[in-house]
């Protein structure tokens, strides 16, 4: 923990697909996800146009492990994932001819499924080399066993075959216990190294997929050209501090002082920032707290008085009269009308 506060806060973002398997994870365990995690869930819609700043994701796995008391929650997610949650880039790789396609094709789209430290590859006697550098910064260990976990597990639902490594290396510090790493992985894991990598036999990527079609494959490749030509050259700051304001309003009033610090800017820059693209601090802010609330009402689980909690207010009558001030009815009112909606 300490190696990473000392460095260089990771920069980059993962694509909304990428974050929405997270809730799902919760919520099939009881959890109410978007309460526990203080945002909402990604909208399946957006096909992963809306992207999280990997510090934010980090956050979001950490607060899952601690309510789960699961330290190995980036190897259990990342067992959980399909080519579905990955949306055209998923489809895009279960429709090519083989494992070695699918991974140019990685390559190739990387920032449409990861865009943090890029992904090089390079070919050693009869291995295969993929590597993560720290140009990006660490992004930490849940960050990145998902990520690898990931990989392997949309090659191996793409083959129909456990995909085995001939070794896999992580730049974070060794866990107390690496024998889950090497029960799950089946080879050899390394920690404290100067990259994250993983090596495997060259043919492997010969190795068929189950589901190749050319046509589908030349239709899928334009769309995640399109895709990729609208990605922002850097990470978009208004969603960056979209998520700030959603994570820190459970704490209380979230200030444009505190935001930007998390931000590490000024607040003269942050105010600047918003107004360029026509954003007002506190409209934004309030539009968050009613989308919050939104979700939350949304969920039968949670009591008024919680919900208010989440927002950061300490009364219910507080938020009872915020709510209205937004939505034009009470709270109670809104769930009703949701769950009215819901019946039909």
């Known amino acids: ?101 699918a991974l140019a094709r990685t390559m190739q789209y990387q920032r449409l499924l990861y865009d943090v430290n890029p992904m090089r590859s390079t070919l050693e006697g009869s291995d295969l080399l993929l590597e993560w550098g720290v140009e990006q910064g660490r992004p930490g260990a849940l960050v990145d066993e998902c990520a690898i976990t990931a990989l392997l597990q949309l090659a191996h639902n793409a083959t129909g075959q456990r995909i085995v490594a001939t070794e896999i290396r992580f730049v974070n510090p060794a866990p107390a216990d690496v024998r889950p790493y090497r029960d799950w992985f089946g080879c050899p894991v390394l920690f404290d190294q100067p990259l994250t990598s993983i090596r495997f036999p060259q043919a492997l990527l010969g190795l068929p997929l189950r589901q190749p079609d050319t046509v589908l494959l030349n239709v899928l490749e334009r769309q995640a050209d ?92 507080a938020f009872t009269r915020a709510f209205r001030r937004w939505s034009g009815q009470a709270p109670y009112a809104f769930r009703l009308q949701l769950l009215s909606s819901a019946a039909r």
């Open 226 to 317: 399109a895709l990729l030509a609208q990605l922002p050259p850097s990470d978009d700051f208004e969603q960056a501090v979209r998520r700030c304001i959603a994570r820190l309003v459970r704490e209380g009033q979230p200030e444009l002082e505190l935001v930007a610090n998390e931000l590490h800017v000024s607040a003269r820059t942050l105010h600047r920032r918003l107004a360029a693209s026509g954003v007002n601090f506190r409209e934004l802010r309030e539009s968050i707290r009613l989308r919050l609330a939104e979700d939350y009402l949304a969920d039968p689980r949670l009591q008024l008085a919680e919900i208010a909690q989440l927002l950061g207010y300490s009364e219910q009558s």
């Open 1 to 101: 923990m300490h190696q990473i506060i000392a460095e260089q806060q990771p920069r980059g973002v993962v694509p909304s697909t990428y974050v929405r398997l997270l809730y799902e994870y919760l919520e099939q365990r009881g959890v109410a996800a978007a309460a526990l995690l203080g945002v909402p869930a990604p909208e399946a819609a957006d096909r992963g146009s809306l992207r999280y700043p990997v510090l934010a994701w980090r956050g979001l796995l950490q607060r899952a492990a601690d309510h789960l008391h699961d330290p190995l929650l980036g190897l259990h997610l990342g067992r959980t994932i399909t080519a579905a949650h990955f949306g055209v880039m998923g489809y895009v790789l279960l429709a090519c001819p083989n494992l070695g396609a």
